[in-house]
Nanobody, 115 residues
Framework: QVQVVESGGGLVQAGGSLRLSCVSS????????MRWYRQAPGKQRDLVAS???????EYADSVKGRFTISRDNAKIAVYLQMDSLEPEDTAVYYC?????????WGQGTQVTVSS
């Protein structure tokens, strides 16, 4: 059973940076999309960034210019570089790796930005 595991969350001051990682425990073929979502307390899970297998990236308006999604195909990993963090970015961040007929989710990593 393939698992995807996030890491890199933590506590940071406003204006700081964090780099989230999401790595697969096994080989995955046919990846079409790699995404990062986040869920703040009492709110729905929202899409933050996505990356297609053609390296086309899209971002939520709230993070454009501050976050960058990237991947390492050899490691089957997806990353989220988060700069200029704001208290509003506080949430649990989840990665999602998706193919045509399947979807894997990580367990989430907490990001807390203090003002």
């Amino acid at each position: 059973q393939v698992q995807v595991v996030e890491s890199g969350g933590g506590l940071v001051q406003a204006g700081g940076s964090l780099r989230l990682s999401c790595v697969s425990s096994g080989t995955i073929y046919g990846i079409s999309l790699m995404r990062w979502y986040r869920q703040a307390p009492g709110k729905q899970r929202d899409l933050v960034a996505s990356l297609t297998n053609h390296d086309y990236a899209e971002y939520a308006d709230s993070v454009k210019g501050r976050f960058t999604i990237s991947r390492d195909n050899a490691k089957i990993a997806v990353y989220l570089q988060m700069d200029s963090l704001e208290p509003e970015d506080t949430a649990v961040y989840y990665c999602n790796i998706e193919g045509k007929f399947w979807s894997y989710w990580g367990q989430g990593t907490q990001v807390t930005v203090s003002s």
